[in-house]
T-cell receptor, first 112, second 114 residues
């Protein structure tokens, strides 16, 4: 079953703009991960944030986690056409031993 | 770094036949692997947890007799779609647990049943 929701479902922006997408989940987690998937391809791991962390950065990516609201956000700054992809959040509970529950995903289109 | 390989990347099979997809951990031993399915324009849904040396644990709604999972060694799990039908056409992707909660995904396999 799906762990939670992501919004927006789709996002269309121009190069140079920032893209923000949100993820909500339902149960207590050990960590939350963000993945990128280009059309027809596999998953690319972007960033992992643990339940005791509130914010994490990696290059142009910024992830926040609010465990009290059971939500996370992914910000891509200065977007590029190559950032066009679907982005998924995925949660891992403490007792899941590697099992992930994925959100519905946000489809991002960055136009030059 | 750790790598998980899936084979085949693409497979087309006739309705009613069976097809096997392999998931290999190339440079580490994985006692636990996971199989996910993704229909076009949808998210990934966990199908089952594959445990080396024991039976797989299937998620609710997944037919264990249709999706046979065998984790015969510490580096290989296989998913066999039996008596495949067009509605089984999907993207299948595996992941392997490295240690703790560290997991690595395979590249995925596209199955088209005609």
């Amino acid at each position: 079953s799906q762990q939670g929701e992501e919004d927006p479902q789709a996002l269309s922006i121009q190069e140079g703009e920032n893209a923000t997408m949100n993820c909500s989940y339902k149960t207590s987690i050990n960590n939350l991960q963000w993945y990128r998937q280009n059309s027809g391809r596999g998953l690319v791991h972007l960033i992992l944030i643990r339940s005791n962390e509130r914010e994490k950065h990696s290059g142009r990516l910024r992830v926040t986690l609010d465990t009290s609201k059971k939500s996370s956000s992914l910000l891509i700054t200065a977007s590029r056409a190559a950032d066009t992809a679907s982005y998924f959040c995925a949660t891992m509970t403490t007792d899941s031993w590697g099992k992930l529950q994925f959100g519905a995903g946000t489809q991002v289109v960055v136009t030059p | 770094g750790a790598v998980v390989s899936q084979h085949p990347s693409w497979v087309i099979c006739k309705s009613g036949t069976s097809v096997k997809i392999e998931c290999r951990s190339l440079d580490f031993q994985a006692t636990t692997m996971f199989w996910y399915r993704q229909f076009p324009k949808q998210s990934l849904m966990l199908m089952a947890t594959s445990n080396e040396g024991s039976k797989a644990t299937y998620e609710q709604g997944v037919e264990k007799d249709k999706f046979l999972i065998n984790h015969a060694s510490l580096t290989l799990s296989t998913l066999t779609v039996t008596s495949a039908h067009p509605e089984d056409s999907s993207f299948y992707i595996c992941s392997a647990r490295f240690y703790g909660n560290t997991i690595y995904f395979g590249e995925g396999s596209w199955l088209t049943v005609v």
